[in-house]
């Protein structure tokens, strides 16, 4: 763990060397920053890397400190964001199927202990947004359908510096469970995307041709989820 310093902030510094061609830069949180880098590539190309992208990490750190003290209020509050609406968290001790009701989320456990309360949220999470993805799915279920290409699987679970992640070759889609917290459009934004890697496995030009043309709006849910609205 190195650690670098972008205008005057200190981020902590990870390189991950994987089977990949190209470098990519994510930030796991407002301090710490992870590069994944091909095997032959060494550290000081990493960093010649980052330096070329030192706008970029302090624009998106600092959006990242705006978003987590969002939620640090929020919770202080006694609340919880679910699908872009801040509801009470209401915590019983006892066994009950989680509800979600218009102005609360009432969820249940054996005790108050924070990793009981987690994995309740995170089941409630899951079942919820499986149900609404079941829902969103048909209209990207028909577009793969015109390609000749088989219908995807979707999983969940919680990931850390991505809202979704596709594996072409298995049909697989993952869809990162703290979408709960977002609006639907940002939901169903993510999962277009997660599909159109069906069609277009990679970035290049012609995958974001495929997305924009199914969903000109593209851009704005994108600035939604990542909070530049």
Sequence with gaps: MESLNINGKTLRLTIQRKPIRNLILRLKSPDELLVSAPYACSNAEVLRFIETKRSWIAAHAEKLA?????????????????????????????????????????????????????????????????????????RWDQVVTDYHLALPSIHYRRMTSRWGSCIPAKSKITLNLKLVHYPLACVDSVLWHEYAHLIVPNHSQRFYSVILHHMPDYEVRKALLNGDL
Excluded: C, H
């Design 66 to 138: 705006r978003q987590q003290t969002r939620q640090a209020e929020t919770a202080a509050a006694g609340k919880i964001m679910v699908y872009g609406k801040p509801v009470q968290l209401q915590w019983v001790i006892g066994r009950g199927k989680a509800r979600l009701l218009p102005d609360r989320l009432v969820l249940y456990g054996p005790d108050t202990q924070p990793e009981t309360k987690q994995r309740a949220f995170d089941q409630f999470a899951k079942n919820s947004l499986e149900a609404e993805v079941e829902r969103l799915r048909p």
